[in-house]
């Protein structure tokens, strides 16, 4: 049982506001590797109706002051100042992910923008329907997609700059 390999584990559920609502997601803390292991095997199991998905985080990185990632500010990589950096690209797939949409782009808006894309979502919140300004678009092969990366990087999509990478696709 799932439950058992969460034992005298510190468990943590984020939710949105004042409602209390789940966001549907949340992070365990576990003080024995083995139990943690444990758990893992649950990945893709059901829990109340719907299916879970399980990874082992990292540990961030601190600086000698213990003040975050990167930079005395704790912010991007040292001495270049800003967010990212470190992050290694996902390896190329027929999906992509997109962040930094404009609030106001639609599924289609973004299909539209990606030559021969074949669908493409825009993440919304489920409890007000608002975009959350990311989303994923899908191509029919790897090799039509590595080419809308390449033209599309850093291109304006209905006002805002994007920023693109590969996603690994899920499992249905």
Do not use: H, W
């Not at 943590?12 to 003080?31: A, H, I, L, P, R």
């Not at 059901?46 to 500010?73: A, K, N, V």
């Amino acid at each position: 049982c799932i439950v058992t390999s969460f034992d005298k584990a510190v468990v943590s559920t984020q939710s949105t506001g004042e409602s209390g609502k789940s966001k549907g997601f949340g992070y365990v803390d576990f003080n024995d590797k083995a139990k943690m292991k444990k758990a893992l095997e649950f990945d893709g199991s059901e829990l109340d109706g719907r299916t879970i998905r399980l990874d082992e985080s990292t540990p961030r990185q601190t600086t000698p002051g213990g003040r975050g990632r990167g930079t005395p500010r704790g912010r991007g990589t040292p001495g270049r100042g800003g967010r990212g950096g470190g992050r290694t690209p996902n390896p190329p797939s027929a999906n992509m992910f997109v962040k930094g949409l404009n609030y106001d782009t639609t599924n289609e808006s973004l299909q539209s923008a990606f030559e021969g894309s074949t669908s493409a979502r825009v993440i919304t919140d489920r409890d007000t329907g608002n975009s959350k300004g990311f989303g994923y678009i899908d191509f029919p092969d790897v090799a039509t997609a590595e080419k809308a990366m390449k033209a599309m990087q850093g291109a304006k999509v209905d006002g805002r700059s994007i920023t693109l990478d590969f996603a690994t696709p899920r499992d249905n």
